[in-house]
């Protein structure tokens, strides 16, 4: 099985927008055999802080920290995407 990995981009777009606080977020909670990554420009500018779960591509875009709970929870742990959180360009509803 792939480790999995969590990119955040912190690129210029996405840091105004907060993913610095994202990321640190994400490392607050640590999960074993999760990287927590800071990314670069993830192509997706004007939609973050966006978030991309490896190896699974799961998009999630507008991700706030008090919102990073529940992918740790949902989607990290017990491996079920929260729906309302997805990026709709790949994950249309």
Same mark, same amino acid.
């Given at each position: 099985?792939?480790?999995?990995? !969590? =990119? #955040?981009?912190?690129?210029r777009?996405?840091?105004? @927008?907060?993913s610095?606080?994202?990321?640190? &977020? ?15 420009c ?8 966006? !978030? =991309? #779960? ?7 875009? @507008? ?6 709970? &529940? ?23």
């Amino acid at each position: 099985m792939t480790p999995k990995r !969590v =990119l #955040i981009c912190t690129n210029r777009t996405c840091r105004k @927008q907060g993913s610095q606080k994202v990321l640190a &977020a994400f490392q607050s909670l640590p999960i074993p055999d999760v990287t927590i990554e800071s990314s670069s420009c993830l192509g997706q500018c004007g939609n973050g802080p966006m !978030v =991309l #779960i490896l190896p699974d591509e799961i998009w999630y875009s @507008q991700v706030q920290p008090d919102e990073v709970r &529940a992918v740790v929870e949902r989607h990290l742990q017990r491996g079920i995407p929260v729906k309302g959180m997805l990026y709709p360009k790949f994950h249309p509803q």
